[in-house]
């Protein structure tokens, strides 16, 4: 896939990021349980552990870790915990011009971890005000960016914003699951998923096999490029003309909880050096491995020099 023209097949202008998410931050706060407890019990966890979380921001640190200029356009709370998680994103060499200060709650979300799986309960607060208007606010940061990476804890209004003004290649992460514009699953030059997000996107049950995924992804986007997360099972990319399965890289599970996201930075990273979608995958995959051997959500983001160049025999 190449990346020096956009989605139209016009040459990119000049750029002045590798990459800019457009989603969300929130401030997290995460527990470890040795097991969820039934409704109605308390359970007694670990000390609570807070820091910068949030899928937008954990692909902007992500990528920034990896070595990319990022921007971030987001919304916070005009509050300590957003003036403090604003601080963090600039520590990670983040342009942080279009986060905006609100006078509204920052985002929270609590994360309850166990067995190496999270739980996640999020408020969205500033996060549930990005709107057109904001991005918009922020058109030259978007269009231009080599990469444009957006999720779905912003509401439609600001993707369908993001997608209209990118240049580059944009890459939509559809989580947390919901339907979604037709627009915007058309204009998006990659869709990455994993198979539950898939499914909704699909109004089907989720796909158990490789066939059923692939099937799901042509119905959604006949002529579209998909990359299915599959956890410890792999990836499958598929494009108009097949697919092929991508293995995971074995790891010791501590907290999967931010292994989404820095596959999708880790992808945009192997692309924006030339790489094809298979060897973009397989670098996604090493990079979500050390994720998850690590603890929480951007602290457990991996720089590149923490990563494998090889797939372990």
């Not at 520590?91 to 709650?105: K, R």
């Not at 490029?225 to 499958?236: A, L």
Request: hydrophobic fraction near 45%; include cysteine.
């Amino acid at each position: 896939m190449s990346i020096s023209y956009d989605s139209h097949g016009k040459p990119h202008a000049e750029k002045t990021h590798d990459v800019t998410v457009v989603g969300s931050v929130n401030a997290d706060l995460a527990i470890r349980l040795d097991e969820l407890p039934p409704a109605g019990q308390t359970v007694r966890g670990s000390d609570a552990e807070r820091g910068l979380g949030g899928k937008g921001a954990n692909q902007a640190v992500a990528a920034a870790r990896l070595g990319r200029s990022v921007a971030m356009v987001a919304a916070l709370g005009d509050d300590d915990e957003g003036r403090g998680l604003r601080a963090a994103l600039a520590g990670e060499g983040i342009d942080v011009e279009h986060v905006a200060a609100l006078d509204v709650p920052t985002g929270v979300a609590v994360v309850l971890v166990h067995g190496g799986e999270s739980t996640i309960v999020l408020s969205p607060g500033a996060n549930d005000r990005m709107d057109e208007a904001r991005v918009q606010a922020a058109a030259e940061a978007v269009s231009g960016a080599r990469v444009v990476l957006l999720q779905c804890e912003v509401p439609d209004e600001a993707l369908l914003a993001a997608a209209r003004l990118c240049t580059g290649l944009l890459v939509l992460n559809p989580a947390p699951a919901r339907p979604l514009p037709a627009e915007l699953l058309a204009r998006a030059d990659l869709l990455v998923p994993n198979a539950g997000e898939l499914a909704v996107l699909a109004g089907e049950p989720t796909a158990r096999d490789v066939e059923g995924i692939v099937a799901q992804a042509r119905r959604v986007r006949p002529a579209g490029t998909t990359i299915v997360t599959r956890g410890e099972h792999g990836s499958v990319v598929i494009t108009p003309g097949g697919h092929a399965e991508v293995a995971a890289v074995r790891a010791d599970l501590v907290d999967a909880t931010a292994a989404g996201d820095s596959f999708v930075a880790a992808l945009a990273d192997a692309l924006l050096d030339g790489a094809g979608l298979l060897d973009a995958a397989h670098w996604a995959a090493r990079v979500a491995a050390v994720t998850v051997s690590r603890a929480g959500a951007s602290q457990s983001l991996p720089r590149k020099a923490d990563v494998p160049q090889e797939t372990p025999a």
